[in-house]
């Protein structure tokens, strides 16, 4: 893929949390040239998502610095920050200032509850907190357990691409325009839209929903059932036609006539009763055995996969979804590489620099040459 599409663009990114820095990871891996400035506290450390990024040392208490910074806006396109309003006004860098020195300038915040609201001056960057605030937690977990977060920062990864897909629609504007705009991203709004289904819910009829583990509280059946050999698979059955297949497959069409799973509502109200079925019939068969007979329905299921079985999934492998990294020291590594795929290619910065201060730098190489 060449060129990149972001080509020509140039990103700061500034900030402590995983949000911004997931954000113009994106940003990065599509060709565009992105500052990283590290604060002084974490100079010596790397990112994962540091990777294919020029990483400067910004010193924020230092008017040289900040001078720096102002000096090069004009040939900036965008910021992509974590750090609060009120922590840059601090440090005599607001946001009117920053966007006076270029008009097409656009400017990405994104925190843990945003920067309005009585939540804002609260340091949100921690993903469980965010988790439990928005709800989250509250329908994550085991049937009658307690809540638990999610086994990812999926806050973090909500907020990021929240604020790389803003980034990239007011870049369009102020190309179109010349008029930069300012973002506002919360990863706690962020969870709360991809709680859409579970929110519709309640706020239609009332109802609290519950943990119900690996079950769904708007299809069944859903969950993880043993086989035979005692490996699970996790499965999805939410219409009217994909019951019936299923059904069929494992060779209860009785289930079809049986009052209690004859439409959804039933099979909702009946879950449980479902499940102990479900199980027994996938207790007849092997895992690998039962997965050959679902596809020829074209049910919807799959494996309850460790991390080992991931890294070596041909699906994994076939869509590019692990690459190897250098970082400063020359070591190599393995990582998560991105999940866009453009004209059947990804692209990805495959270096974590060092990091050099920002007075040091040959300020015409890093902006007019390509990444």
């Given at each position: ?99 006076s020195q270029n008009p097409r300038l656009v400017y990405t915040s994104v925190t843990g509850f945003g920067q309005k609201g009585p939540y804002a001056q609260r340091h949100g960057y921690d993903d469980g907190v965010i988790q439990a ?53 919360s990863m706690m709004d962020s969870l709360l839209y991809g709680l859409e289904n579970q929110y519709s819910v309640y706020l239609k009829s009332g109802k609290i929903p519950r943990r119900i583990g690996n079950h769904y509280a708007l ?153």
């Amino acid at each position: 893929m060449n060129p990149k599409p972001l080509e020509g663009i140039t990103i700061v990114e500034m900030g402590t949390s995983g949000a911004e820095g997931i954000a113009a990871l994106l940003l990065s891996d599509y060709g565009a040239k992105v500052l990283r400035l590290e604060f002084p506290d974490s100079n010596k450390s790397f990112r994962i998502c540091d990777r294919g990024k020029i990483r400067l040392l910004f010193r924020p208490d230092m008017p040289e610095d900040r001078k720096w910074l102002k000096d090069s806006l004009p040939k900036i396109d965008g910021i992509v920050t974590s750090v609060p309003d009120l922590q840059m006004s601090q440090w005599n860098l607001t946001v009117d200032t920053l966007c006076s020195q270029n008009p097409r300038l656009v400017y990405t915040s994104v925190t843990g509850f945003g920067q309005k609201g009585p939540y804002a001056q609260r340091h949100g960057y921690d993903d469980g907190v965010i988790q439990a605030e928005s709800g989250f937690m509250s329908v994550t977990g085991p049937e009658g357990g307690e809540p638990v977060r999610s086994g990812s920062d999926f806050a973090a990864f909500a907020g990021g691409a929240n604020a790389c897909i803003a980034t990239l629609m007011a870049l369009i504007d102020a190309a179109r325009t010349g008029q930069g705009r300012k973002i506002d991203i919360s990863m706690m709004d962020s969870l709360l839209y991809g709680l859409e289904n579970q929110y519709s819910v309640y706020l239609k009829s009332g109802k609290i929903p519950r943990r119900i583990g690996n079950h769904y509280a708007l299809s069944a059946p859903v969950g993880d059932y043993p086989c035979r050999d005692g490996r699970k698979l996790m499965i999805s059955v939410a219409t009217q036609a994909q019951w019936e297949n299923f059904a069929n497959v494992l060779g209860h069409p009785e289930w079809l006539d049986n009052p209690d799973y004859r439409d959804l509502n039933g099979r909702l109200r009946h879950y449980a009763q479902l499940g102990e079925e479900v199980t027994a019939a996938f207790m007849e068969h092997d895992c690998d055995e039962l997965m050959e007979l679902l596809q020829t329905k074209s049910c919807i299921y799959g494996k309850i996969n460790n991390f080992e079985d991931v890294v070596n999934h041909p699906q994994a492998k076939e869509r590019q979804m692990f690459m190897e990294i250098s970082v400063p020291d020359g070591t190599k590594m393995t990582v998560p590489s991105n999940p866009l795929m453009i004209n059947g290619h990804k692209s990805a910065g495959t270096k974590i620099s060092d990091t050099k201060l920002c007075q040091e730098c040959d300020m015409n190489r890093i902006f007019d040459t390509k990444s």
